[in-house]
């Protein structure tokens, strides 16, 4: 049942993202109350994930190991600096088209590198090349694109240092619901 409910949950996600991408005359005609829809069918898929993943037992090919848990962590502070406004606001990655899917994928590369079970490849592999997928979408869909304005490096900085605080935040919470994130 974990399996069902974690792979319902990540098509779940796939469909909901790239509705809008995929039939833009049916999301047009529902007009505002598609962004309700979308909101519900994200928020249906992220519990369906979570209750799948912690119910699906599969085949375990590597663990956490001290190395691939810095690593990870590491990582971490990309995938967090990514998501953030950072690179829009500041100077270093302000060309980049899709900073927030980058850090999205960036999550669930780190994620794979300590979670080596069949669940693991489910949802964090099926997450990552959605994001993939997602990109790829968007540009075709809106080929043209121009950059924001160039913006201070201390942008950059502030936003990196908050992506540090953010990852002990999480970190605690993961240590928190049993997962630790600090080895």
Do not use: C
């Not at 990514?82 to 994928?105: C, D, I």
Request: charged share 15%.
């Amino acid at each position: 049942m974990g399996f069902v409910l974690l792979i319902l949950g990540v098509a779940l996600w796939w469909a909901a993202h790239l509705f809008k991408r995929v039939m833009p005359d049916a999301r047009a005609q529902m007009g505002d109350r598609g962004k309700g829809l979308v909101a519900l069918a994200i928020a249906a898929s992220i519990l369906l994930m979570i209750f799948g993943y912690s119910m699906a037992d599969g085949a375990f090919f590597w663990g956490r190991s001290p190395a691939m848990v810095g690593i990870n962590n590491l990582l971490m502070v990309f995938a967090l600096y990514f998501t953030s406004p950072g690179p829009s606001k500041g100077a270093l990655f302000y060309k980049m088209r899709h900073p927030m899917l980058t850090g999205f994928l960036i999550w669930t590369v780190a994620h794979l590198l300590v979670n080596g079970d069949v669940p693991s490849f489910i949802l964090f592999g099926g997450l990552g090349v959605w994001a993939v997928v997602e990109m790829s979408v968007i540009n075709k869909a809106e080929p043209d694109w121009t950059p924001p304005e160039k913006g201070e490096i201390k942008k950059d900085a502030i936003f990196v240092a908050a992506s540090v605080v953010l990852l002990v935040v999480i970190g605690y919470i993961h240590t928190w619901l049993g997962a630790p994130a600090f080895g």
